[in-house]
T-cell receptor, first 111, second 117 residues
């Protein structure tokens, strides 16, 4: 069956370091993959979309890679700040065009 | 409107009562999605609409759950005879359209927090 896996353990890093979050999937052949940020008590907010023919996508301090051979996407935040603390969700398009979300990884950036 | 609006923001109800949750999508967005998020968990897909038809309602947990949408605007999610396990945040999202690359970017409301006592 189709599955998206994100590390359920929180990632705890020091301010200024690079945070790297992982999204693995099985039994998908996605045309694209999306990353969202969710703060407590709020709905997710779209961050980045990367297509299957793109190896890497950047937006300010954010970088996403997409390896369709490994069936994995990495999400990097460089020069992390306490304000980056949130839960980050990856999402893939499943059957009938609906997005399937991973369970998310919580990032904590210590000042 | 400027964003996706959901109401009420909080709803406390007694077990066995019916509840209606409302979602106002972004104007012009033809696709609308409902998700459920239990405390500390990920998003659970419930149903999505393209216009006022629902091509995929596979995530509705039971026949106590139903949803409808009027045209390409407001949607209501109805839960009949609520149970304690229905307690969760119900999130609504809209997107410009489905089936078109890069247009399935979803914009979420703040959610309705449902508590069933």
């Amino acid at each position: 069956s189709q599955k998206i896996e994100q590390n359920s353990e929180a990632l705890n890093i020091q301010e200024g370091k690079t945070a790297t979050l992982t999204c693995n999937y099985t039994n998908y052949s996605p045309a694209y993959l999306q990353w969202y940020r969710q703060d407590p008590g709020r709905g997710p907010v779209f961050l980045l979309l990367i297509r299957e023919n793109e190896k890497e996508k950047r937006k300010e301090r954010l970088k996403v890679t997409f390896d369709t051979t490994l069936k994995q996407s990495l999400f990097h935040i460089t020069a992390s700040q306490p304000a980056d603390s949130a839960t980050y969700l990856c999402a893939l398009e499943g059957s009938s065009y609906k997005l399937i979300f991973g369970s998310g990884t919580r990032l904590l950036v210590r000042p | 409107g400027a964003g996706v609006s959901q109401s009420p923001s909080n709803k406390v109800t007694e077990k066995g009562k019916d509840v209606e949750l409302r979602c106002d999508p972004i104007s012009g967005h033809t696709a609308l999605y409902w998700y459920r998020q239990r405390l500390g968990q990920g998003l659970e897909f419930l149903i999505y609409f393209q216009g006022n038809s629902a091509p995929d309602k596979s995530g509705l947990p039971s026949d106590r759950f139903s949803a409808e949408r009027t045209g390409e605007s407001v949607s209501t999610l109805t839960i009949q005879r609520t149970q304690q396990e229905d307690s969760a945040v119900y999130l609504c999202a809209s997107s410009l359209r489905v089936g078109t690359l890069a247009k399935n970017i979803q914009y979420f409301g703040a959610g309705t927090r449902l508590s069933v006592l």
